[in-house]
């Protein structure tokens, strides 16, 4: 539990740094994923941890190559994803969570918070009526913070576990 309250804190941190500087010291990630994996461990072994780890690499990857070909075809040369589209905090936060989330949690995670974090950009651009940079590895850290702090207090309920997905699944 203790753990599980030091990455809260530690994710509000990169949450402000973000919101702030829209960007984050880099030792945060690897401090960020040592606190993931502390916690994760204390309902898995490393074995399991490494299986999901790779299939949530190999979401990544995909998803980043299918993003590389839809700029290629838009804009008929390659570009460099990290230098105008996305920012190397924003790929270093979802490697993090990779390591903490099975991938069915991490696939699930991935598609809310950018649905949410849409919304919530939609909202500020209509209201300010101007284009809007993103912090969206701060932004999902405070979603990820908020779900581990319901994590805490449910009962019966683990965000590192998918039995929540079986028994939908039967019904």
């Not at 960020?32 to 204390?42: G, Q």
């Not at 990857?61 to 008929?76: A, T």
């Amino acid at each position: 539990m203790l753990t599980k309250i030091v990455l809260i804190v530690w994710l509000l941190l990169l949450f402000a740094q973000d919101m702030r500087w829209r960007a984050v010291y880099w030792w945060m990630y690897p401090v960020l994923t040592i606190l993931l994996i502390l916690d994760r461990l204390s309902g898995v072994d490393a074995f399991a941890i490494m299986v999901d780890t790779s299939w949530n690499l190999v979401f990544l990857s995909v998803q980043f190559l299918l993003l590389s070909l839809y700029f290629r075809i838009k804009y008929k040369t390659w570009t460099n994803l990290t230098r105008e589209h996305i920012g190397w905090g924003d790929i270093l936060f979802l490697l993090c969570l990779g390591c903490y989330l099975p991938p069915i949690n991490y696939l699930f995670f991935y598609m809310l918070s950018l649905g949410v974090i849409l919304l919530f950009s939609l909202l500020v651009i209509a209201l300010k009526r101007r284009s809007l940079n993103i912090p969206l590895a701060g932004l999902q850290a405070m979603i990820f913070a908020v779900v581990l702090m319901a994590d805490l207090r449910a009962k019966g309920w683990d965000v590192g576990e998918t039995e929540w997905f079986f028994s939908y699944l039967e019904k």
